[in-house]
């Protein structure tokens, strides 16, 4: 069994700051790539932001200069800045993991999901 938990969604004023954390525990063996999606009502999942397992991170053009993601042995972070209220949405956070050795030598990485934090800006 693998659990994510995310905690740190809630509601802020536009302008504000929140900070998400996203840890992982159970049954891994190896973790790769982690990110954060979005996703409103309605509307498709969207990458927020990724970072690898040497540090290389991705953003959203939305969000580029605003959020910062970072992580460590077995947990991934977003810290939001400068929220507008078209980031309001609910986020996952995603990790890429195997649960054995067989699987990573195999390169057999499995996406797990946290289940969504609330993240609301008001205007």
């Known amino acids: 069994q693998v659990q994510l938990v995310e905690s740190g969604g809630g509601l802020?004023?536009?302008g504000g700051?929140?900070?998400l954390?996203?840890?992982a525990?159970?049954?891994i063996f190896s973790i790769n790539a982690m990110g954060w999606y979005r996703q409103d009502p309605g509307?498709?999942?969207e990458l927020v932001a990724s970072i690898t397992t040497g540090g290389s991170t991705n953003y959203a053009d939305s969000v580029k200069g605003r959020f910062t993601i970072s992580r460590d042995?077995?947990?991934v972070y977003l810290q939001m800045n400068s929220l507008k209220p078209e980031d309001t949405a609910v986020y996952y956070c995603n990790v890429k993991l195997t649960r054995s050795y067989s699987d990573y030598v195999r390169a057999r990485w499995?996406?797990?999901w946290g289940q969504g934090t609330q993240v609301t800006v008001s205007s």
């Open 73 to 75: 042995k077995k947990s």
């Open 43 to 45: 509307k498709q999942r």
């Open 21 to 23: 954390s996203c840890a």
């Open 17 to 19: 700051s929140l900070r």
């Open 110 to 112: 499995a996406d797990y």
């Open 12 to 14: 802020v004023q536009a």
């Open 25 to 27: 525990s159970g049954s």
